[in-house]
C-alpha cells in the first residue's frame, strides 16, 4: 500500500506486527511504547517527516493509556488530584514544547539523535530497576500482601491550596501543590518535542520527590499523560503535523490487540525477562540513532 499523505509504500501485515508489538511491550513492561512507536516509523516504515512522526508516536501512546487507566482506577491505584495537577503543568508545557519542536527540529537527522539518546537512557532506566531496584520491589509485594489480606484499601487524599494529603496503608504522604505543576509543565516540554508519553520521567519524579508508593504509580502517570498527549497532539494538528488515518488505524488495532495480550504474556515469560529483552533492545537502538 502506498501513503501520499506519508510519503512511503508500506506493508500492512508489517504494521499490524510492529504496532502490535509496540502494544504488548507497553502493557507488560509500562514504558517505552512511544518510542517502539518512534522506532517503527523512523527505521522500518521510513516516514521522511519528523514532525508527523511525532503526531502519530502520540496517538499510538494516548491509544494504550486509554485502555489502562480505567483498569487502574477500578483497582484504585490512581491519584487523580496529583494526576491533575501534572496535568495542569503540562498544558503549557506540551504546548511550548511542541511548537518550538515543530519549528526548530522538523528534520530527521536532528531529530534521530536526540531520539536515540532519550531511547538510551529509557534503557538504562530500565537495567536500573531490574538489577538495583529490589527495595522498590519489597515494598510492592507487601502492599499487594495486605490488600490480599483486605487491609487499608481505600486510598484518601485532601489538597489545599499549598499542600496535598494521600493516605494509603496507614501511611500519609504530602507534598506541595506547586512542585507537580512545575514537574508536569517540565516533562511536557521534553515529551512533546521528542514525541514521545514521558512516563520515564514522571514515574522516578513521583517515587524519588514526592515519594509515593510505586504501586500507586503507573495509574497516576497514566492519566497525566494522557492529558498531556491531548494537548501536544492537538497543536501538532494546529500547527500542520499530518497523519494517515488508514495508516494509522492499523496501527491503533494492533497496539489495541498488544495490548490486550501483554499481561498474559508477562504470566508466562516473567516481568524481569521482558524488562531485560526491552532494556537490550533500547539500548542497542539508542547507540544506532547515535552513530
Not at 111 to 139: A, D, H, M, N, W
Not at 155 to 166: D, E, G, Q, T
Amino acid at each position: 500500500m502506498h501513503s501520499e499523505i506519508l510519503g512511503i509504500s508500506y506493508n500492512p501485515l508489517l504494521v499490524i506486527l510492529w504496532s502490535f508489538f509496540a502494544g504488548l511491550v507497553f502493557s507488560t513492561v509500562g514504558a517505552a511504547g512511544g518510542i517502539l512507536a518512534g522506532v517503527g516509523h523512523i527505521s522500518i516504515f521510513g516516514i521522511p517527516s519528523a514532525n508527523n512522526i511525532k503526531i502519530m508516536n502520540q496517538i499510538l501512546v494516548i491509544t494504550s493509556t486509554l485502555i489502562s487507566v480505567p483498569s487502574y482506577f477500578l483497582q484504585r491505584r490512581v491519584i487523580y488530584v496529583l494526576s491533575f495537577l501534572l496535568g495542569i503543568g503540562s498544558i503549557l508545557g506540551a504546548l511550548l514544547g511542541s511548537t518550538l519542536s515543530y519549528k526548530f527540529l522538523p528534520d530527521l537527522k536532528l531529530y534521530r539523535p536526540l531520539f536515540g539518546i532519550f531511547t538510551l537512557l529509557v534503557s538504562l532506566k530500565i537495567f536500573q530497576e531490574v538489577f538495583f531496584s529490589t527495595r522498590t520491589r519489597g515494598k510492592i509485594e507487601e502492599i499487594e500482601s495486605k490488600l490480599k489480606e483486605g487491609t487499608g484499601y481505600d486510598l484518601k487524599f485532601s489538597i489545599s491550596p499549598r499542600r496535598v494529603s494521600v493516605e494509603y496503608l496507614g501511611n500519609t504522604y504530602t507534598f506541595s501543590t506547586i512542585t507537580p505543576l512545575i514537574a508536569g509543565f517540565a516533562v511536557a516540554v521534553i515529551s512533546s518535542a521528542l514525541g514521545v508519553g514521558g512516563g520515564f520521567l514522571l514515574v522516578p519524579f513521583m517515587v524519588s520527590v514526592l515519594k509515593i508508593p510505586m504501586y500507586l504509580v503507573p495509574g497516576t502517570s497514566a492519566l497525566a499523560i494522557l492529558i498531556t498527549m491531548i494537548v501536544s497532539i492537538g497543536n501538532y494538528i494546529n500547527l500542520g503535523s499530518r497523519f494517515d488515518p488508514v495508516f494509522l488505524g492499523i496501527e491503533i488495532a494492533g497496539v489495541v490487540a498488544g495490548s490486550f495480550v501483554g499481561p498474559h504474556l508477562s504470566r508466562i515469560m516473567g516481568e524481569k525477562k521482558l524488562r531485560i529483552s526491552l532494556g537490550v533492545l533500547l539500548m542497542y537502538i539508542g547507540i544506532r540513532y547515535l552513530l
